[in-house]
């Protein structure tokens, strides 16, 4: 069984950071793309950021030059550092992992709130 606990969310103003971690165990052989999606109300769930094991990274539009995903595969552990917050960054924020146990499996982490606000 995998499991991928996210830590770091939190109420922030805007214009302010936060950084997300999501630490993934278990039987767990490797780890290929690793990232972060989010949810807010009434939305559906959108990508933030993916990385690959290799290190390659794919951003939404609405975040690049703000947001930066990093990872440490010894640990497998996903980062997001957010920079530059704005209330629309506001959502659930979501951890997601295709790991290979063997077999190929896609995990999803409960979530964690990201609220932008004065």
């Known amino acids: 069984q995998v499991q991928l606990v996210e830590s770091g969310g939190g109420l922030v103003q805007p214009g302010g950071s936060l950084r997300l971690s999501c630490a993934a165990s278990?039987?767990?052989?490797?780890?290929?793309?690793i990232g972060w999606y989010r949810q807010a109300p009434g939305k559906q769930r959108e990508l933030v950021a993916v990385?690959?094991?290799?290190?390659?990274?794919n951003y939404a539009g609405c975040v690049k030059g703000r947001f930066t995903i990093s990872r440490d595969n010894a640990k497998n552990t996903v980062y997001l550092q957010m920079n530059s917050l704005k209330p629309e960054d506001t959502a659930v924020y979501y951890c997601?992992?295709?790991?290979?146990?063997?077999?190929?499996?896609?995990?999803w982490g409960a979530g964690t709130q990201v609220t932008v606000s004065s």
């Open positions: 990385i690959s094991r290799g290190g390659s990274t």
């Open positions: 997601n992992a295709e790991v290979i146990v063997p077999g190929i499996y896609d995990y």
């Open positions: 278990g039987s767990i052989f490797s780890i290929n793309v």
